[in-house]
């Protein structure tokens, strides 16, 4: 077992057939006995770890330095986007369905090819999984988190059910937008869009120069994140999705 992912939900004991598992306390290693009979503490593992964390620690603010873009320019981060209500996945069916039925296990966290589930910190959903788009967008084409739930959290569905789900809408956000705050073209989130909800338009049809910049078609977007993965602005994408109460299909 991995003791540093169990909840504690007792998923596991409930489906053992066998009554192979139970609840108890890990067992202390043995250490070395002084000939007064007083443990003599181990200082080689002490050492090790103690070396470990300074090395680790050298190579994060190695890694932190070289963030720069050919030596000119910092590379920030992207930062998760402020919903006001959280992406599930899709399976979910509804954000009270989920609430009610998921023990945080973390299985689909765990088993998400793109690294879009994560714990949420919200003290109301704490640990349960949401969604966020900084490392990844969730792929039509995959339904791992489905295949794992043991609560009936996340129900399974099909490639084809995924495909035509809607789990939120992307909103577009003029002042983040490159177009707006950088002058220049992007159309990315146009460009990658799988369902093709997203077209680029003019920002003033009266003036055939003006930039284009995009506009989401609610009724066809099914929440996937691609655009707010790939979109260029920093820290916050332009483009981001708002999560849906009740999923519906298109």
């Known amino acids: 077992m991995d003791y540093t992912r169990c909840v504690t939900c007792g998923n596991c004991l409930e489906k053992c057939n066998f009554g192979a598992l139970h609840y108890g306390h890990p067992r202390a290693s043995a250490q070395p006995v002084k000939s007064d009979n007083t443990p003599t503490p181990d200082n080689t593992r002490r050492a090790f770890l103690v070396g470990a964390a300074i090395v680790g620690a050298d190579v994060a603010l190695a890694q932190a330095a070289k963030k720069v873009d050919g030596g000119l320019a910092v590379i920030q981060d992207k930062k998760p986007a402020k919903r006001t209500t959280p992406v599930l996945p899709p399976g979910a069916v509804s954000a009270r369905h989920f609430a009610q039925h998921c023990t945080a296990c973390q299985l689909c966290v765990a088993k998400c090819p ?20 900084e490392r990844g967008a969730c792929r039509p084409e995959c339904v791992e988190c489905s295949t794992v739930c043991p609560a009936g959290a996340i129900k399974p569905i099909t490639v084809e059910e995924k495909s035509s789900t809607m789990v939120g809408h992307a909103v577009w956000v003029k002042s983040n937008c490159v177009v707006i705050a950088d002058g220049v073209n992007c159309g990315n989130c146009a460009r990658h ?54 999923h519906s299909q298109i």
């Open 114 to 133: 793109n690294g879009v589930l994560r714990p949420s910190s919200d003290p109301m959903r704490l640990m349960q999984p949401e969604m966020s788009f």
């Open 193 to 246: 869009c799988p369902t093709g909800a997203i077209m680029m338009v003019s920002s003033n049809p009266d003036d055939d120069t003006a930039p284009m910049v995009p506009a989401v078609n609610s009724a066809m977007c099914i929440g996937c994140g691609t655009c707010e993965y790939v979109c260029p602005a920093r820290p916050f994408s332009a483009i981001y999705v708002e999560g849906h109460e009740m």
